[in-house]
């Protein structure tokens, strides 16, 4: 039996940044029909800023082992729509999944393959439980960058299709100051 060595690191929990980790930058470019104001979203375009940063240490895809990752998303807002993660549901479909709160405000918008949703606030301390087969994307709702860890399966895979082409059944937006969980007028099952 070869056996892996077992390691420590240490999260810098005012950047988010994991020593070591492999970095994935997603910018609005890379979020092209995410977003439901279009208008706003080309608008934005012309500054095309950074929405995330990933910071991930993962292993081979094998049954029984775990990745890890910390994301960095930024604040801001596409028209009234609070910046967000792509969102996804995991290739293996079964897989679970926890998200702990490190720093800054924002929330886990969840979802079953028949579109019912789940909003679950976050903040420093929050721990989430993604059940197996939900879709999950995370929103900063601050005015801060909202920093989390994620530890998943190693074999769980990233499912992005179904998220992309349909988005989830609600939205998370701005209104009169306070964030408002609204129906996707786009949405159909
Ligand atoms: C968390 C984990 C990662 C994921 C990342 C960004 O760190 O769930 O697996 O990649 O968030 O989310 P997405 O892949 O949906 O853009
Ligand atoms: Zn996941």
Do not use: C
């Not at 279009?38 to 934005?44: G, K, T, V």
């Not at 998370?172 to 786009?186: H, L, S």
């Amino acid at each position: 039996m070869e056996y892996k060595l077992p390691m420590g690191v240490n999260i810098n929990l005012e950047t988010g940044v994991i020593p070591g980790a492999k970095k994935l930058v997603r910018r609005l470019s890379n979020l092209k029909g995410y977003f439901q104001d279009e208008e706003a979203y080309n608008e934005l375009l012309k500054e095309d800023p950074v929405v995330y940063e990933v910071y991930a240490i993962e292993q081979e895809e094998k049954d029984g082992d775990l990745n890890f990752a910390t994301t960095v998303l930024y604040p801001g807002k596409v028209g009234k729509e609070f910046f967000f993660t792509k969102g996804h549901f995991h290739a293996k479909a079964d897989r679970a999944e926890i998200y702990y709160g490190i720093k800054g405000e924002g929330g886990m918008l969840l979802q079953t393959p028949e579109g019912k949703a789940e909003w679950i606030e976050m903040g420093p301390g929050t721990v989430v439980y993604v059940p197996p087969y939900w879709a999950h994307r995370t929103v900063n709702t601050g005015d801060e960058p909202f920093i989390f860890l994620a530890v998943y399966p190693a074999d769980a895979g990233h499912d992005y299709g179904s998220i992309a082409e349909k988005g989830f059944s609600k939205l998370i937006i701005e209104g009169n100051g306070e964030v408002k969980v609204v129906d996707n007028p786009r949405w159909k099952e």
